[in-house]
């Protein structure tokens, strides 16, 4: 099992930066894919961003191409996902996940350890 902790969530205007963490412990982190999710309330958890146990790819929703880049370094066993160019509708709670395996997943049925979130508002 893998356990996650989420950071760097916040309240921002629109058209600033974040840039979110993810530290991994337990399982060996560099084996496994990771993605980000993010839900609002009613709504169901929508895939965001995930990358590959190396970082040699990675796959965005497109509401986010051209403004977050998700990125990983396993010497520290840590995710991150920089989100620029903000928006409203980027407000959500964003969550980290590992993968059942080294590549690519973009549904919750690719992630089998999740983190428990952290808070992004963004204002207009």
């Known amino acids: 099992q893998v356990q996650l902790v989420e950071s760097g969530g916040g309240l921002v205007q629109a058209g600033d930066s974040l840039r979110l963490s993810c530290v991994s412990s337990?399982?060996?982190?560099?084996?496994?894919?990771m993605g980000w999710f993010r839900q609002v309330p009613g709504k169901e958890r929508d895939f965001v961003a995930a990358?590959?146990?190396?970082?040699?790819?990675?796959q965005y929703t497109d509401s986010v191409k051209g403004r977050f880049t998700i990125s990983r370094d396993n010497a520290k066993n840590t995710l991150y996902l920089q989100m620029n160019s903000l928006k409203p509708e980027d407000t959500a709670v964003y969550y980290c996940?590992?993968?059942?395996?080294?590549?690519?997943?973009?549904?919750?049925?690719?992630?089998?350890?999740w983190g428990q979130g952290t808070q992004v508002t963004v204002s207009s």
């Open positions: 337990g399982r060996t982190f560099s084996n496994v894919g």
């Open positions: 990358i590959t146990f190396n970082g040699g790819r990675t």
């Open positions: 996940a590992a993968g059942r395996g080294p590549f690519i997943q973009t549904t919750d049925r690719g992630f089998d350890s």
